[in-house]
């Protein structure tokens, strides 16, 4: 990551099916750039080598990573210029209506020999209906991961000290916060920091907290670390400051990171899938487990969570290659689409894209 360049999700496979959380990132643009057209049609417009000139230039971009595409970003932020591309044509990609935006759509399928796609017709929707059905049985599965999950969370919160945990909270909020307020009203930008993607579970947890004072929260499921986040936030708000509200990527309704840039901090859940240990000189642990939970938990239920973690890791690792499955799919669907173009015709049209969003940041193509 460059020094202004921030990757993060806004959508994610999840437990509650795929969630997007994209609208968020979008709020207050002025101009939205949005390329259609087929699957895979969008990776020609080359976004990382763009965003590389916007941040060369000095601008901060936000990167949206496709979750269920390593090779593609849904989306594409500059929020100092209020400019924003959506690429329609990744998987599970969703436009949301921006009021206020002006919308500009650039549709590679112009490029596409309608006479190809339509000899292809047959085998392009058994493709997208096999893709669709390898989603719903990942989604399937991270769901009953999520009952597991509950499972293994009710231990802990049956061994907890609330009141501890509510002392703990409070010592972050008056350590982060204090007594300080922001100028503005505060706002709140919801995020995924990781995914279950088809190579399995990805974070950019060490790019997001580049510079800030890091705050690891440790624990087990059920120790009160979403808990403890989601009161953090809305203490930020409430004293004016802005935040960065990473979700959890298997289970939306949870929070994984809380970032307030003004005040220079980065407060995350730092267990697996993104375990991450004090590698900077300045970063802190904060152990709920520790603080909260009755000494000899892990031990006296050792016999019980053995088998709820077996099950939980069999159920992650069966919809991650679902995931791997559906991505397998879209390949074949993408070379498919990919047969039907038109090359110079589509070049025309990623020509028009670049020339649209960089002459807008005011840089030479």
């Known amino acids: 990551m460059s020094d202004n360049a921030y990757d993060f999700y806004g959508g994610g ?19 939205l750039c949005v390329v259609r057209g087929g699957p895979g049609l969008g990776k020609r417009c080359e976004l990382r080598s763009i965003s590389d000139k916007l941040s060369a230039a000095g601008h901060e971009v936000w990167r949206i990573a496709c979750a269920s595409d390593p090779d593609a970003l849904d989306a594409l932020i500059v929020p100092g210029l209020s400019l924003g591309f959506v690429d329609g044509t990744t998987p599970n990609a969703i436009v949301p209506e921006i009021v206020g935006a002006t919308v500009v759509e650039f549709d590679l399928g112009e490029a596409c020999d309608k006479s190809a796609l339509s000899a292809r017709e047959s085998e392009m929707a058994s493709l997208d209906q096999e893709i669709a059905d390898r989603f719903a049985e990942a989604y399937a599965g991270f769901a009953e991961a999520l009952r597991v999950h509950d499972d293994w969370e009710k231990i802990y919160i049956g061994n907890m000290d609330f009141q501890k945990a509510d002392e703990l909270t409070q010592e972050c909020i008056d350590r982060l916060i204090g007594d300080r307020n922001g100028e503005n009203a505060g706002s709140e930008a919801h995020r995924f920091l990781g995914a279950a993607t088809p190579l399995g579970a990805v974070d950019f947890v ?4 580049e510079g800030l004072k890091r705050y690891l929260l440790k624990g087990r499921p059920g120790s009160g670390k979403s808990t403890m986040l989601k009161k953090l936030a809305a203490a930020a708000a409430e004293r004016g400051f802005d935040s960065e509200i990473y979700h959890c990527g298997f289970d939306p309704n949870s929070l994984d990171m809380v970032v307030v840039r003004e005040l220079g901090f980065a407060i995350f859940d730092s267990t697996a899938p993104h ?57 074949q669907l993408e070379r ?16 028009e894209f ?6 807008f940041a005011s840089i030479q193509v």
């Open 354 to 359: 670049r020339r649209d969003v960089l002459g």
């Open 275 to 331: 375990e991450y240990f004090p590698d900077r000189p300045s970063d802190e642990i904060v152990d709920m487990y520790e603080r909260c939970i009755v000494p000899g938990t892990d031990e006296a239920h050792a016999d019980e969570l053995a088998p709820i973690r077996q099950q939980y890791a069999a159920n992650m690792k069966r919809s991650i290659g679902l995931l791997a499955e559906a991505r397998s799919l879209r390949d």
């Open 13 to 31: 496979n999840t437990a509650r099916g795929y969630t997007s959380l994209l609208p968020s990132s979008l709020q207050g643009l002025e101009r």
């Open 336 to 351: 498919l689409y990919a047969e039907t173009v038109n090359s110079p015709a589509v070049e025309r049209i990623v020509e």
């Open 206 to 209: 060490p790019g997001l907290t």
